[in-house]
């Protein structure tokens, strides 16, 4: 076969791949209309926005690749808890956003071992701060981004584990030094990106490269 129509053949498989179902999880905390923005602008997608209760009734394996979790939950329920663990231990992609690295304090040594690390009674946070993004690691998450600023909200004093891979790091002062990470979590693929708490986060262009890129590799894409 000659090569532009192998290429061409490449280009339609490509072309024709169905979509990563992602279901993004929200709850449990106040947050910007324009964080829904940025999954606009994301070819290649077919998004479900579910809000809890009901963000894990069903059959995920089903219905999901991957979740996106936006929400900040203190409590769950021993079946919303089996479904989760089911996900995510069935090879499934996870994709944590700020300030769920705050939630399911009732389910602590699952949920933090899942996502690498904790936001805890003692850690604090800081509004409003130019954070220097600088990009640590080649990795299919981080590829084609440069070191950047982003406005946005600082976490620090979080327990992290030690096995994470960071892929992005920071020297602001209110901040811990690692902003993206892939859990060690041995289940599935699991990103935790710290940012994204405000329009001027969920606008730049940097951030949305960041999160599509990890919602496809979680994905397996």
Not at 12 to 28: N, Y
Not at 63 to 75: E, G, H, P, S, W
Request: proline share 7%; with cysteine.
């Amino acid at each position: 076969m000659k090569l532009p129509g192998l290429l061409l053949l490449l280009a339609s498989a490509l072309w024709a791949e169905a979509p990563l179902r992602v279901r993004i999880v929200t709850g449990g905390h106040d947050h910007a209309p324009s964080f829904y923005t940025m999954f606009e602008s994301m070819p290649g997608l077919q998004v479900a926005v579910e809000p809890h209760p009901r963000a894990f009734e069903g059959n995920l394996l089903k219905r999901v690749d991957v979740l996106v979790l936006y929400d900040m939950m203190t409590t769950s329920t021993p079946a919303q808890r089996d479904r989760l663990r089911t996900f995510a231990e069935a090879g499934k992609g996870i994709v944590i956003l700020h300030h769920a690295i705050c939630g399911y304090v009732d389910w602590p040594w699952w949920y933090e071992n899942v996502a690498g690390g904790r936001y805890l009674p003692t850690s604090t946070f800081q509004h409003n701060v130019t954070i220097p993004v600088r990009i640590v690691a080649d990795h299919p998450v981080t590829a084609g981004l440069k070191d950047f600023q982003i406005f946005d909200e600082t976490y620090k004093g979080m327990w992290i584990s030690d096995k994470v891979q960071v892929l992005a790091s920071t020297t602001e002062k209110t901040a811990d030094g690692p902003l993206v990470w892939v859990s060690p979590f041995a289940g599935s693929r699991v990103v935790f990106i710290q940012m994204g708490h405000g329009p001027e986060a969920h606008r730049d262009p940097n951030y949305r490269q960041l999160v599509r890129q990890a919602i496809a590799w979680a994905g397996g894409r």
